[in-house]
């Protein structure tokens, strides 16, 4: 069974412009949330989708948004991109919503670096 | 006070030795309790997961929880020098009905050949 994907893997981008990152869960799945991870910050819950509903939010800003397909691939938007938005997106899958009872698998992440 | 918190490190412990990493966490409701390990320049990879009070073994790991202590922690027993990576602890709550993860910002482990 494939795992997690995320495309792009990496991505280079000036500030005020926007990004679109895309993952796809793994087959099955319909859950995926979102996490921003940075060296000083660690892991950071950005928001998570199930059936095309975002069910859950962290504590980001609004030019963070995301949404999901009806095959369960979902994108995640920053719009008006700062300095301070560089680091490693990550997205999980899980089978059900909620990490609580449910394992969550990684992919291997979008390195975005913003200039 | 942060919601879950982990000492940084580096934690280092030589080739056969017993690694032990801690978590303590803020919010007593908490349910659900994983350990994560990432190696560097990839992405995390979960190791286990406990709910109840006490320990749970899986091969070298030992996961131990105590609620009333609102602490986790995850022993590794011989540790190799594969099992060097940053552990990540995380914890879940319930949140306005939806179950939220939090996670530490990571220990790092260095086992010493």
């Known amino acids: 069974k494939a795992g997690v994907t995320q495309t792009p893997r990496y991505l280079i981008k000036t500030r005020g412009q926007q990004v679109t990152l895309s993952c796809s869960p793994i087959?099955?799945?319909?859950?995926v949330s979102w996490y921003q991870q940075t060296p000083g910050q660690g892991l950071q819950f950005l928001f998570e989708?199930?059936?095309?509903?975002?069910?859950n939010k962290g504590n980001f800003p609004g030019r963070f948004s995301g949404r999901q397909f009806s095959n369960s691939r979902s994108e995640m938007n920053v719009s008006t991109l700062e300095l301070g938005d560089s680091a490693l997106y990550l997205c999980?899958?899980?089978?059900?919503?909620?990490?609580?009872?449910?394992?969550?698998?990684f992919g291997p992440g979008t390195r975005l670096t913003v200039l | 006070q942060k919601e879950v918190e982990q000492n940084s490190g580096p934690l280092s412990v030589p080739e056969g030795a017993i690694a032990s990493l801690n978590c303590t966490y803020s919010?007593?409701?908490?349910?659900?309790f994983f350990w994560y390990r990432q190696y560097s320049g990839k992405s995390p990879e979960l190791i286990m997961f406990i709910y109840s009070n006490g320990d749970k073994e899986d091969g070298r790991f030992t996961a131990q929880l105590n609620k009333a202590s609102q602490y986790v922690s995850l022993l590794i027993r011989d540790s190799q020098p594969s099992d060097s990576a940053t552990y990540l602890c995380?914890?879940?709550?319930?949140?306005?009905?939806?179950?939220?993860?939090?996670f530490g910002t990571g220990t790092k482990l260095q086992v010493i050949p």
């Open positions: 919010d007593r409701g908490s349910q659900s």
């Open positions: 995380a914890v879940i709550q319930n949140s306005g009905g939806y179950q939220k993860v939090t």
């Open positions: 999980a899958s899980s089978l059900q919503a909620g990490g609580g009872y449910n394992e969550q698998f």
């Open positions: 087959s099955g799945h319909r859950s």
């Open positions: 989708y199930f059936s095309e509903t975002q069910r």
